[in-house]
């Protein structure tokens, strides 16, 4: 069925059909109305899938795409002309230009989290490219899929466009297929599978995959300003963004202030119980959920019922083990007396020349060593993963995790370990910008970083001694909604960008053109023989080059 979709959308494709400026003006059109004429729809299935509230579908999601189609289509004229370009002065009389053409027909792997806006938006930049698409929506947001699968070929040319629905296995077939460009939003180990499966076929991709997006704050920036925007970017979409600031980095003097004020935030959003608010969502699935729950404070979160009044007590004794373990290992790592401890460990770890950047190349996520000055222990906080200033409850019936922020967490808990993708924000204490870049740098490069400082060196300095797919000061998300910004990663956290004009040519062939008249014929002057004459004449032409 994969191998058949793939072959009617070449065919397609080779008729020619998708390439005049009308059709795809159409389609733009089209997907226009198909995102403004359903949205109850869309916010009924992204409602069942993840329990997002119908604001944040429409801000987040519908409103973008429909920008999004509307932006390219005003510029194709401007995009796909002819863009003249100079010639070298040694072969006039001459011209030469570049034209932006289809890639042919293209595969899109969107992801679960924005259902509707990373299906759609891409699919956007693809059809104004003026190339056949294949949809391969996420089967973890099933009502979405249903649903896209059902209006795509209702609004869209039918036989340009189609919705391919299932899990791993259909991904899998629809990857064996050469198509002539494959963009996958999601994480990094399906990411490198993709990869992979292109390869066979030396297909281009775009990846966008995602990272642990670090925000730095230091005295210099209005607390409660950044609190207040640090908690919206955070737990939009309750925390499943792959761009959501996934850890704070603040300085010894903010620091718990910051924390604090970030709970006054929630309370602001979302009232004193989160999980009655129509404005917070909710978490995938079961799946989820329980790794979520292993990211906090041990002891926060209730295990499930056990079997037996056996496995009961097991289950009590194992987490007080566990408590006591977690409690040692931060009070002996954290003593000024330690230091044998701490200089072996970091002995242990210290890496090699370069061996950094390859470690973030690799999509390693893992903690790297840290010195004993970059992050500072803060006393009374024993559990590595922090003390919780606010959240921290959970119902399993509902995959519901309150906002919750964390303060004093060390860098070897293991919510620094991954990505969280959920509503958790640890808070590490450090000792300044310096430190904070140090820490950063010794980790993948992330996909976004948010720095609030109004300190012009201090920011100076982050844009030019981090890398990271973008850098905002003092605002989260705000490269997400602009389709003038290219959007995409760097290194670990993904490869190409989209949106704009940056997602036109992501999916074009810009071919390079020249001509020159064959009369007069003054390439006669570097034919062969070459004769001492000739010899001359080169001489003098590589003085003027």
């Given at each position: 069925?994969?191998?058949?979709?793939?072959?009617?959308?070449?065919?397609?494709?080779?008729?020619?059909?998708?390439?005049?400026?009308?059709?795809?003006?159409?389609?733009?059109?089209?997907?226009?109305?198909?995102?403004?004429?359903?949205?109850?729809?869309?916010?009924?299935?992204?409602?069942?899938?993840?329990?997002?509230?119908?604001?944040?579908?429409?801000?987040?999601?519908?409103?973008?795409?429909?920008?999004?189609?509307?932006?390219?289509?005003?510029?194709?004229?401007l995009?796909?002309?002819?863009?003249?370009?100079?010639?070298?002065?040694?072969?006039?009389?001459?011209?030469?230009?570049?034209i932006?053409?289809?890639?042919?027909?293209?595969?899109?792997i969107?992801?679960?989290?924005?259902?509707?806006?990373?299906?759609?938006?891409?699919?956007?930049?693809?059809?104004?490219?003026?190339?056949a698409?294949c949809?391969?929506?996420?089967?973890?947001s099933?009502?979405?899929?249903?649903?896209?699968?059902?209006?795509?070929?209702?609004?869209?040319d039918?036989?340009?466009v189609?919705?391919?629905?299932?899990?791993?296995?259909?991904?899998?077939?629809?990857?064996?297929?050469?198509?002539n460009?494959?963009?996958y939003?999601?994480?990094?180990?399906?990411?490198?599978?993709?990869m992979?499966?292109?390869?066979?076929?030396l297909?281009?991709?775009?990846?966008?995959?995602?990272?642990?997006?670090?925000?730095?704050?230091d005295?210099?920036?209005?607390?409660?300003?950044?609190?207040?925007?640090?908690?919206?970017?955070?737990?939009?979409?309750?925390?499943?963004?792959c761009?959501?600031?996934d850890?704070v980095?603040?300085?010894?003097?903010?620091?718990?202030?910051?924390?604090?004020?970030?709970?006054?935030?929630?309370?602001?959003?979302y009232?004193?119980?989160?999980?009655?608010?129509?404005?917070?969502?909710?978490?995938?699935?079961?799946?989820?959920?329980?790794?979520?729950?292993?990211?906090?404070?041990?002891?926060?979160?209730?295990?499930?019922?056990p079997?037996?009044?056996?496995?009961?007590?097991?289950?009590?004794?194992?987490?007080?083990?566990?408590?006591?373990?977690?409690?040692?290992?931060?009070?002996?790592?954290?003593?000024?007396?330690a230091g044998?401890?701490?200089?072996?460990?970091?002995?242990?770890?210290?890496p090699?020349?370069g061996?950094n950047?390859?470690?973030?190349?690799?999509?390693?996520?893992?903690?790297a060593?840290?010195?004993?000055?970059?992050?500072?222990?803060?006393?009374?906080?024993?559990?590595?993963?922090?003390?919780?200033?606010?959240?921290?409850?959970?119902?399993?019936?509902?995959?519901?995790?309150?906002?919750?922020v964390?303060?004093?967490?060390?860098?070897?808990?293991?919510?620094?370990?991954?990505?969280?993708?959920?509503?958790?924000?640890?808070?590490?204490?450090?000792?300044?910008?310096?430190?904070?870049?140090?820490?950063?740098?010794?980790?993948?490069?992330?996909?976004?970083?948010y720095?609030?400082?109004?300190?012009h060196?201090?920011?100076?300095t982050?844009?030019?001694?981090?890398?990271?797919?973008?850098?905002?000061?003092?605002?989260?998300?705000?490269?997400?909604l602009?389709?003038?910004?290219?959007?995409?990663g760097?290194?670990?956290?993904?490869?190409?960008t989209?949106?704009?004009?940056?997602?036109?040519?992501?999916?074009?062939?810009?071919?390079?053109?020249?001509?020159?008249?064959?009369?007069?014929?003054?390439?006669?002057?570097?034919?062969?023989?070459?004769?001492?004459?000739?010899?001359?004449?080169?001489?003098?032409?590589?003085?003027?080059?």
């Amino acid at each position: 069925m994969t191998n058949q979709t793939f072959e009617q959308l070449k065919k397609t494709y080779e008729s020619g059909r998708t390439r005049p400026l009308a059709w795809r003006r159409a389609q733009l059109n089209a997907l226009r109305r198909l995102v403004t004429e359903n949205r109850d729809a869309f916010v009924s299935s992204a409602m069942a899938d993840l329990g997002k509230p119908a604001a944040e579908t429409v801000l987040m999601e519908l409103n973008l795409v429909a920008g999004e189609a509307q932006f390219v289509r005003n510029r194709l004229s401007l995009w796909t002309a002819r863009h003249p370009k100079a010639m070298h002065w040694m072969l006039q009389p001459a011209a030469g230009w570049t034209i932006a053409e289809p890639k042919g027909v293209v595969l899109i792997i969107s992801p679960w989290n924005y259902p509707v806006l990373l299906a759609l938006e891409p699919m956007a930049d693809a059809l104004a490219a003026g190339n056949a698409v294949c949809l391969k929506p996420s089967e973890l947001s099933p009502n979405t899929s249903k649903l896209l699968a059902e209006l795509v070929p209702q609004y869209l040319d039918s036989e340009a466009v189609r919705v391919v629905e299932g899990g791993p296995k259909e991904t899998g077939e629809l990857l064996k297929c050469p198509f002539n460009h494959i963009f996958y939003t999601g994480g990094g180990h399906v990411g490198k599978i993709v990869m992979r499966a292109a390869a066979e076929h030396l297909t281009p991709v775009t990846l966008e995959l995602g990272g642990k997006s670090p925000c730095f704050v230091d005295r210099t920036a209005d607390i409660n300003v950044a609190a207040r925007r640090i908690a919206w970017g955070k737990f939009t979409n309750a925390g499943q963004t792959c761009v959501a600031p996934d850890y704070v980095l603040a300085t010894p003097d903010v620091a718990e202030a910051l924390a604090e004020r970030i709970a006054v935030a929630i309370t602001e959003f979302y009232g004193e119980d989160p999980k009655a608010s129509p404005d917070f969502g909710r978490i995938i699935n079961d799946r989820h959920f329980e790794r979520l729950c292993k990211l906090l404070p041990v002891g926060t979160v209730p295990p499930e019922e056990p079997s037996s009044p056996l496995v009961q007590v097991a289950s009590a004794v194992g987490a007080a083990m566990d408590m006591v373990g977690r409690r040692f290992n931060a009070v002996t790592t954290g003593r000024g007396g330690a230091g044998e401890m701490a200089g072996s460990a970091n002995n242990a770890a210290k890496p090699t020349a370069g061996s950094n950047m390859a470690a973030a190349d690799d999509g390693a996520t893992a903690s790297a060593a840290v010195e004993p000055s970059e992050i500072h222990k803060v006393p009374g906080v024993f559990d590595l993963a922090g003390r919780i200033v606010c959240g921290g409850k959970v119902d399993r019936a509902v995959r519901y995790i309150a906002p919750t922020v964390l303060y004093g967490t060390s860098p070897d808990a293991p919510v620094m370990k991954e990505e969280i993708f959920g509503p958790i924000l640890p808070i590490l204490v450090v000792e300044d910008a310096e430190s904070a870049i140090r820490f950063i740098n010794k980790r993948s490069r992330p996909l976004a970083a948010y720095v609030f400082s109004r300190d012009h060196e201090v920011r100076l300095t982050f844009e030019r001694q981090t890398s990271s797919g973008a850098l905002g000061y003092s605002l989260p998300l705000g490269h997400l909604l602009s389709s003038r910004l290219p959007f995409g990663g760097v290194g670990a956290s993904g490869i190409g960008t989209y949106h704009g004009k940056a997602g036109f040519l992501t999916f074009s062939h810009v071919k390079t053109v020249v001509t020159k008249p064959q009369f007069p014929d003054t390439l006669r002057l570097v034919y062969p023989p070459f004769n001492e004459a000739k010899a001359k004449l080169f001489d003098i032409i590589a003085k003027f080059s």
